[in-house]
C-alpha cells in the first residue's frame, strides 16, 4: 500500500464569527497550503455536515476550488454527520494512496450561527432515527440516556465528568484558535444549566462555525499516516446491544491499530470526540486507553491531563476548542500534527511524542472514525 | 495502479416514486449485490446532492448501511451537486484502488417529487453563484443562454436540438427503468410549452425518483475500469472564457483518455449528461466525438441514434429515463456496463461493444465526471 505523509495543516479561530463557512475555509486552506509550501494540489475533499441548512451553501466544493483558484482540480464533498472532517482526511488519503493524485487538499468547516439555536438543534436531531426522533428525542436527550446508564453501570457521579471541562477549558486557554480561553471549575460545570439531565450547559460543546485544513501527499514529510478506520452502527439506539460503549468506535480503532501494527499502550496522546464531555472517557475506553468503567478514573486521577500518562485533548477537545460540526474531526487531525511537529505553542505537550490518536463520531456515534498518525 | 473492475449493477424505475430516498437506495443496491454474487462489502459510498432539503433524510450513508445489514462497515457520503452520482462511482474506485478496500458498493439517489416544482427550482438554484442568482437566474435561465450562444455561433435551430430529445425518448420507449415510454416528435418538442426560451419544457430533463447502485472490486470481472477524469470550472457564468463548450468536461475527458490510453474514436456508445437536451449536444463535442459546432450535424445525420456510428444515451439519458440529480451519473455507470456485457435487453446495441464513456454534468457544469469502461 501506497504510504501517505501530512505535509501541512490550518486552522481558523473556532468561535462566532462573521465570515462566511466558504471565507473560514479559504483561510484555512491558504494556511494549510502555506505550511505544505505548496500553490497547487491534484484534488481537493470539502467535509461539512449540512452547509444547505445552517449557512444557506450547495455545490459547496466547486465554490470552494474555485475561490482558492485551484478550478480546474476535482473538488468533492464529503459528509458523514459530524465526522465529516474526519471522513474528508479518509477520503484524501485514499486518494492519494490510489495514486490516482499526488497532493491532496482536505478542507472541513461549518458555519452553525447564523441560524437560530433552536434551528441547530433542529438540524442536529435529523441524524436521529425517525422512530426515536418522532417522541421529541434531541442529540443531548438521547445522549443523557447513555451518559445515565454508564452512570448506573459504573458509579461515576456527575462531578467526575465535570472534570472533562475543566481540564478541556484549562488546555484551551491560552490557544488562538478556541472558541473558549476561559478557567472554569467543577462547580462552575455543576451550577450551569441543565439540558437534559445529568448534562449540564457545561458538559456540552458549544455552537461554533470554524474550519480546518491539510495537505495529504506521497511525497516524505515529517508526519506520516500509520492507521485509520472507520465503523457504522445502527441508527436507532433501541437496535444496540450496549449503552457504554460505541461499537463503531471499536471497530473504527480495531482497524486503525491493526493497520499500524501498534497498540493502545503506543500512543503518545490523543484527540477524542467530546460533543458531550462524557463521550471523552467512554471514547478513551473504546480505543482501549482504560478497561471499560475505568476512563472517568483514569481522569479523576490526572491520567488524561497534558502532563498525565495518556493526554486527551491537548487542543481543549471539542468543548472548548469549540464545534462546527464537520470541522471538528479534521481539525483533531490538524492539532495532531502540530503537537507532532512540537509547534503546538502553549498547548504543547512537553515530551517527546511519537503516535498520535483521533477519535470522531459521526451522528449519535452512527459512523465513527479513528485516526493514527506517527512522527517521522 | 490497482486496477478495478466492476461486478454488478442495479437500479430501480425511475419516475414518480412513491417509496423513500432510502428505500429506492437499498432497492438498487439489493440487485447490484446479487448481480455481482455477494452480500457483503467492505465499504459503501452514498452519492446524493440534497437529500436534506429534497427529501428531509440527514446522516443518509448511516442510514442506509443500517438498512442494507452491512454495519459496521464505513460508510460514507459524496456529494458534487447533480454529478454526485458519478463521484460515489470515483471514490469508490479510489478506494479499491487504494488497497484499503477490496469490494466497494456505490449508491446514488434522489428522490425530488416529495416536494413542490417551484421548491425544486429553488433548491437546484442554489448551485448558481449567489452574484448570478440573485437576479433571479435559474438552472434553465442559464442554460438557455448558453444554447443562445451555440444557436448564434454554429447556426443550429431549435427543430435540430429537438432531435435528442426525439432520439432519447424513442431509446427508451421499452425500458422498464425510464421515467417516459413514449414516443414524442420534433412537432412535440416545439409546441411544449417555453421553459426559457430557446429551451421548451421537451428540451428539459422531468422531476424524478430513482436510484442506482454498482459493486466495484480488485477482483478480476467482466468489465474494468479503464479511466476517469474530474475537472472543475468557475462557477459564475461571467467568469468563463467560453460558453459553447464547458471546460470542466474537457478536462475531465483528457485525463480520462490519458489514463486509459485510448481516443475518442475507440469509444463504442457513450451516456452523455442531456438534463437540458442540447447539452448532448455540447458534451458529444467536448468528448471529442465531433468537432466543436458539429455535434447538432452528427445528431442530424444519425450518428448518436442506437445504429450510428456513436451511438449516445441508448438508455434514454437523463431526458427520458429521467434525472434524479443525484442518481444520473451512477445510472449512467449501470446502463454502460449492461450495454457492455450484452445484457441491455430491448435498449442493447446490436454490435460489439468494446468501450463505453459516460459524462456527468454537476451544477451548471463547476464540477464534471468522464468514466471510461472496457468490456474484458
Known amino acids: 500500500m501506497q504510504e501517505v505523509y501530512i505535509s501541512g495543516g490550518g486552522m481558523t479561530k473556532f468561535g462566532k464569527r462573521k465570515e462566511t463557512l ?36 450547495s455545490n459547496i466544493a466547486s465554490v470552494v476550488a474555485d ?8 473538488a468533492t464533498r464529503i459528509e458523514t454527520a459530524s465526522s465529516s472532517g474526519a471522513a474528508a482526511f479518509d477520503e484524501a488519503i485514499y486518494a492519494a494512496a ?34 426515536e426522533r418522532k417522541y421529541g428525542a434531541t442529540m443531548p436527550a438521547l445522549a443523557a440516556m447513555i451518559i445515565r446508564r454508564y452512570i448506573y453501570k459504573y458509579g461515576m457521579k456527575e462531578k467526575d ?33 441543565v439540558i ?11 455552537i461554533s462555525d470554524g474550519a480546518a485544513s491539510m495537505v495529504v501527499t506521497s511525497e516524505k514529510s515529517r508526519v506520516k499516516l500509520r492507521g485509520l478506520g472507520q465503523g457504522s452502527e445502527h441508527v436507532p439506539l433501541t437496535r444496540r446491544k450496549k449503552f457504554t ?8 480503532a480495531e482497524r486503525a491499530y491493526k493497520m ?25 475506553e473504546d480505543v482501549g486507553f ?18 498525565g500518562r495518556i493526554p486527551i485533548n491537548p487542543s481543549g477537545g471539542l468543548k472548548a476548542r469549540g464545534h462546527p460540526v464537520g470541522a471538528s474531526g479534521l481539525a483533531q487531525v490538524v492539532e495532531a500534527v502540530w503537537q507532532l511537529r512540537g509547534e503546538a505553542e502553549d498547548r504543547q505537550i512537553e515530551r517527546e511524542l511519537k503516535y498520535a490518536l483521533t477519535q470522531s463520531i459521526g451522528g449519535l456515534a452512527t459512523n465513527n472514525m479513528v485516526i493514527i498518525l506517527e512522527a517521522v
Chains 1, 2 share one sequence.
Not at 490516482?100 to 436521529?128: H, P, Q
Not at 486557554?173 to 451550577?191: E, G, M, T, W
Not at 470526540?273 to 478513551?284: K, L, N, R, V, Y
Not at 475505568?294 to 491520567?303: C, Q, S, T, V
Open 22 to 57: 466558504v471565507d473560514l475555509m479559504v483561510e484555512s486552506a491558504r494556511k494549510a497550503l502555506q505550511d505544505a509550501g505548496k500553490d497547487k494540489v491534484d484534488a481537493l475533499y470539502v467535509g461539512t455536515m449540512n452547509p444547505e441548512e445552517f449557512a444557506a451553501e
Open 161 to 193: 465528568f465535570a472534570e472533562v471541562a475543566v481540564k478541556n477549558h484549562k488546555n484551551a486557554v491560552r490557544s488562538p484558535y478556541a472558541h473558549f480561553n476561559k478557567l472554569i471549575s467543577v462547580k462552575d460545570v455543576l451550577r450551569s444549566k
Open 98 to 131: 490510489s495514486g490516482y493524485f499526488n497532493s491532496v487538499l482536505a478542507i472541513a468547516g461549518e458555519k452553525m450561527t447564523s441560524v437560530s439555536t433552536d434551528r441547530v438543534s433542529k438540524i442536529l436531531a435529523e441524524v436521529i432515527a425517525p422512530e
Open 196 to 206: 437534559a439531565d445529568p448534562l449540564k450547559l457545561y458538559d456540552c460543546s458549544p
Open 260 to 284: 499500524a501494527g501498534i497498540y493502545p499502550e503506543d500512543i503518545s496522546f490523543a484527540e477524542i470526540h467530546d460533543a458531550f464531555t462524557p463521550f471523552e472517557i467512554i471514547g478513551s
Open 245 to 252: 460503549t460505541f461499537q463503531s468506535t471499536k471497530i473504527a
Open 290 to 307: 482504560f478497561e471499560p468503567g475505568m476512563g472517568w478514573i483514569g481522569l479523576k486521577e490526572g491520567e488524561t491531563s497534558k502532563t
Open 67 to 74: 475561490r482558492l483558484g485551484l478550478v480546474p482540480v476535482p
